[in-house]
């Protein structure tokens, strides 16, 4: 089976753009998290999606969206890019035994 | 609201040796999970190991076991035998069960197996 994927794998935009990253979890998983990851630091919950639907969202302004497909692939968009956003954001494919399996991530740099 | 510390930002140990990683918790829950990740060089998280709080027993898996202290709110992790391949950040992380199931990491320890 494959894991979780994630695209791009790397992205540099400009301060101001709008960029999309996407995800897609384990075959049979209905959940997905995505996480910010500051370098040197843990990563920090974003949002999480069950069923498509938005089950917990976690301290981030409203520039961060985020949607799930009925494929229950994910998409997590970020509007009005700040230097601040730069970072690596993680998916988590969320298991029926609450266990969390991380993509690679999208190395964000926001210039 | 929860919060994960792990004080040792850096460690080092000798291989085939043991090294103990430190994890404290806060939160008024009673019901919950925690969990221990690695993350490699190559960044990608791994989960290394859980425990349900409901559970006396410490979890272990192969080489790695914890010591989880409900009362004082305490979950290190001990890997014995180390291996090279076991250098890299050791996130602890606290997620309860009702809700969001949400994860809360800590800040990480970086850990060097030295040859």
């Known amino acids: 089976d494959a894991g979780v994927t994630q695209s791009p794998t790397h992205l540099i935009k400009t301060r101001g753009q709008h960029v999309t990253l996407r995800c897609s979890p384990i075959?049979?998983?209905?959940?997905v998290s995505w996480y910010q990851q500051v370098l040197g630091q843990g990563p920090q919950f974003i949002f999480q999606?069950?069923?498509?639907?938005?089950?917990g969202r976690g301290n981030f302004p409203d520039r961060f969206s985020a949607r799930q497909f009925p494929n229950y692939s994910s998409e997590l968009n970020v509007n009005a890019l700040l230097l601040g956003d730069s970072a690596l954001y993680l998916c988590?494919?969320?298991?029926?035994?609450?266990?969390?399996?991380f993509g690679p991530g999208t190395r964000l740099t926001v210039t | 609201a929860q919060t994960v510390t792990q004080s040792q930002p850096e460690m080092s140990v000798q291989e085939a040796e043991t090294v103990t990683l430190s994890c404290t918790y806060d939160?008024?829950?009673?019901?919950?999970?925690l969990f221990w990740y690695k993350q490699p060089p190559s960044r990608q998280m791994i989960l290394v190991i859980r425990?349900?709080?409901?559970?006396?027993q410490n979890a272990t898996e192969n080489r790695f076991s914890v010591n989880f202290q409900k009362a004082a709110k305490s979950f290190s992790l001990k890997i014995s035998d180390s291996q090279l391949g076991d250098t890299a950040m050791y996130f602890c992380?606290?997620?309860?069960?009702?809700?969001?199931?949400?994860?809360?990491f800590g800040t990480g320890t970086s850990l060097t197996v030295i040859p």
């Open positions: 988590a494919s969320v298991g029926a035994d609450y266990e969390q399996y």
């Open positions: 425990q349900e709080a409901y559970k006396q």
């Open positions: 075959s049979g998983h209905k959940s």
């Open positions: 992380a606290f997620m309860k069960l009702l809700g969001s199931n949400q994860f809360y």
């Open positions: 999606y069950y069923e498509k639907e938005e089950r």
């Open positions: 939160t008024s829950e009673n019901n919950y999970y």
